[in-house]
């Protein structure tokens, strides 16, 4: 079956900090991959996704995120977070099923 | 987003009885998904439909019946028979080709 694992389930972290999220997935064939948002009282919001070319795809609000098929990961990345960035951030993959899958969700809070 | 209604947004139940939950969208979008979001869980799909009068059972479908009559409503009914309703639900849209999904505002049910 087709899953995805977010490594750090909780990650605190000082303003200006370099933030990277793992994400890696179990299938092996095409991918369409997503990184989505959830600030808190909100709902979620697509915050970069890949589906082919360049693998190295930027999003909203500084953040990116890089493929890398050979790891079957998908991690996302911002050089320097800010207070506002605290959210939970959820990795999804959709394989060959059609269906999105999630990961577990990481918390980041982000400390001023 | 702007586009789809999820109501109530907060909703109480008693044990044995049904409640339901409503998504509306305006965004002419084809699929609809409902989830379950707990937390370090992540998002669980329960019924989705790609198609008005057509849905499948998701990964946690037991519990749970869904109705595709419009294309713009896609109720979720969460029955006596669901032993932890105790929840977040999202409800999401999505429209043809690689397009990804987008997300209301969630209802949070908890049982009294």
């Known amino acids: 079956a087709q899953s995805v694992s977010q490594h750090n389930h909780h990650v605190i972290l000082s303003e200006a900090a370099s933030l990277e999220l793992g994400c890696n997935y179990s299938y092996g064939g095409t991918v369409n991959l997503f990184w989505y948002v959830q600030y808190p009282g909100q709902h979620l919001q697509l915050l970069l996704k890949?589906?082919?070319?360049?693998?190295l795809v930027k999003g909203i609000k500084g953040f990116e995120a890089e493929f890398i098929k050979s790891k079957f990961s998908f991690n996302l990345r911002k050089p320097s977070v800010q207070w506002s960035d605290t959210a939970e951030y959820f990795c999804?993959?959709?394989?060959?099923?059609?269906?999105?899958?999630f990961g577990q969700g990481t918390t980041l809070q982000v400390k001023p | 987003d702007g586009g789809i209604t999820q109501s109530p947004k907060y909703l109480f139940r008693k044990e044995g009885q049904n409640v339901t939950l409503s998504c509306e969208q305006n965004l002419n979008h084809d699929a609809m998904y409902w989830y379950r979001q707990d937390p370090g869980q992540g998002l669980r799909l329960i019924y989705y439909s790609q198609i008005v009068n057509d849905f499948q059972k998701g990964d946690i479908a037991e519990g749970y019946s869904v109705s595709r009559e419009k294309k713009e409503s896609f109720p979720l009914t969460v029955t006596s028979a669901q032993k932890n309703p105790t929840a977040f639900y999202l409800c999401?849209?999505?429209?043809?080709?690689?397009?990804?999904?987008?997300f209301g505002d969630g209802t949070r049910l908890s049982i009294l």
């Open positions: 999401a849209t999505k429209d043809r080709g690689n397009q990804p999904q987008h």
């Open positions: 999804a993959v959709k394989g060959n099923t059609g269906k999105l899958i």
């Open positions: 890949y589906f082919s070319g360049d693998p």
